[in-house]
């Protein structure tokens, strides 16, 4: 088995959150992928730039000491179909709102969710 190397992780779409902090005054960046990290900069490039040399760093640390790394996830190891669970209350609202907009309780849901995931990074 061929060990991976360094520009195979670089070269992951890892996920770079950044954000405006008003209590720090400055911007705070992570990556979602990676655990306990945090960098902050006066500009988003400033922290992009500090998020890349974070990932170079953790990730030549972690092959130098033969560590797991986390890789970003991946659409085709999911399916379209989820078990989900709620109260009997809950499930009686949602077919009752499903049944008054003219859909399934499925349809319903799919686009609630969608809505509230609009904003958020697409992979």
Known sequence: MTKKKLNYY???PYTFI??????????LGSIVELERNMTCGQTRDEVFNN??????????TSLDNNMDIP???KIKNYKGSITYRTSRERHYILAKQAKLSGKSINTFIDEA????LKDAVQG
């Open 10 to 12: 670089l070269n992951l």
């Open 18 to 27: 950044i954000e405006w902090s008003d209590v720090d005054e400055c911007f």
């Open 51 to 60: 998020l890349k040399e974070a990932l170079v760093s953790y990730v030549t």
């Open 71 to 73: 890789e970003p996830l």
């Open 113 to 116: 969710i969608g809505e509230k």
